[in-house]
């Protein structure tokens, strides 16, 4: 995998004017005075020069800053490094600590609240950001820690690319809830079909929304063979079942209804098990009949992972919008992007 990041640039000296009155939007300003002295953090300047303007219309006064330059003690090429910093995996004290050997003088606090800032500048970002038409989404559920106890969050991904369209803590697991969830990035994306893990939760869901559904057959195939391994004998019964779901052939339903059929009475947990593939057959060979469905969530599960590896290495979160914001900060730099711009988070 190959990362761009982009850290911007910071100028010494505005290099525009404002385009209008930040409170009446009137576009006649008059220059009032300069500003060489306005100290700050940054990785190569110290200082800059900002003008003040004054409204002719409103008569508000208000400072114009160079490019990288704001209100904040620190400069945004500043916070967006630190922020990459810790995305890339780095403790807030290991980031504070490599900016110090730089020659920057920060806390571990201020490296926390820059990437809180821009975390919630991605979420704020995508949140409204136009995704146009996704025939096929997938949702994948995992669980992260905040305050030592586990929460269940849901990720919504475009099945086909990877791109993630929204996360969400999953207070309610219920079908009622999931129908919640689920339908707000339906409707948002035009959404026709959907692909899972086999949750059981998923299937009455997506019916009452009208989704098609292809059950990853990854999940299925290793739910399989670890049940069958819990079943003594009828080793021919059981690579027949295995054939059927390794090939997925035509009539595969059906030929497993037939098998369960025929250990009824005899084997129950094989019965049961060839009886729910055969009434999940459908999602499970979607891939089959509709062009362009994925048979797995792989995706979704790539798309994932690296918000588990942080995690891990961050033995748990303290909030919850730090966990969404973690999540959002990994999406944004692991992601399919060619190059990741975090300052245009800030502005979100």
Not at 27 to 44: A, G, I, S, T, W
Not at 132 to 145: A, H, Q, S, W
Not at 289 to 295: D, K, L, Y
Not at 321 to 338: P, S
């Amino acid at each position: 995998m190959q990362i761009r990041l982009s850290v911007p640039e910071v100028k010494a000296l505005p290099e525009d004017r404002p385009s209008k009155c930040p409170r009446c939007g009137n576009q006649v300003l008059q220059r009032v005075q300069y500003h060489p002295r306005r100290h700050f953090l940054d990785l190569k300047l110290s200082s800059a020069t900002t003008v003040r303007y004054a409204c002719t219309k409103c008569h508000k006064t208000f400072h114009h800053y160079p490019q990288g330059v704001t209100r904040k003690q620190q400069s945004t090429r500043l916070v967006v490094f630190a922020t990459l910093l810790y995305s890339l995996g780095l403790s807030t004290d290991a980031t504070a600590k490599v900016l110090q050997i730089l020659g920057v003088k920060i806390s571990k606090t201020t490296v926390w609240r820059d990437a809180q800032q821009v975390g919630l500048g991605l979420r704020r970002k995508h949140h409204h950001e136009q995704w146009g038409k996704v025939r096929v989404i997938g949702l994948d559920e995992t669980v992260f820690k905040v305050k030592g106890k586990e929460v269940v969050v849901g990720f919504v991904t475009d099945a086909q690319t990877g791109d993630i369209l929204g996360v969400d803590i999953l207070v309610d697991r219920s079908a009622r809830g999931f129908v919640k969830w689920i339908r707000k990035y339906a409707r948002r994306v035009g959404a026709e079909v959907a692909v899972t893990d086999d949750l059981s939760t998923y299937r009455p869901a997506l019916e009452e929304l009208g989704l098609e559904h292809q059950v990853c057959v990854a999940h299925v195939r290793r739910n399989v063979a670890r049940r069958l391994r819990e079943i003594a004998g009828h080793e021919r019964a059981k690579e027949r079942l295995r054939e059927i779901v390794r090939d997925l052939p035509e009539g595969g339903g059906q030929r497993l209804l037939d098998l369960a059929l025929e250990f009824k009475e005899t084997e129950p947990r094989l019965y049961s098990l060839a009886l729910q593939l055969s009434n999940r057959w459908n999602a499970i060979t979607l891939q089959n009949r509709i062009a362009g469905v994925p048979g797995t969530n792989n995706v979704s599960e790539r798309a994932i992972a690296p918000s588990k590896i942080r995690q891990r290495s961050m033995r748990g979160m303290k909030s919850y919008r730090g966990l969404l914001n973690m999540v959002a900060l990994t999406g944004e730099v692991y992601g399919r992007a060619e190059e990741v711009r975090m300052d245009q988070a800030l502005a979100a």
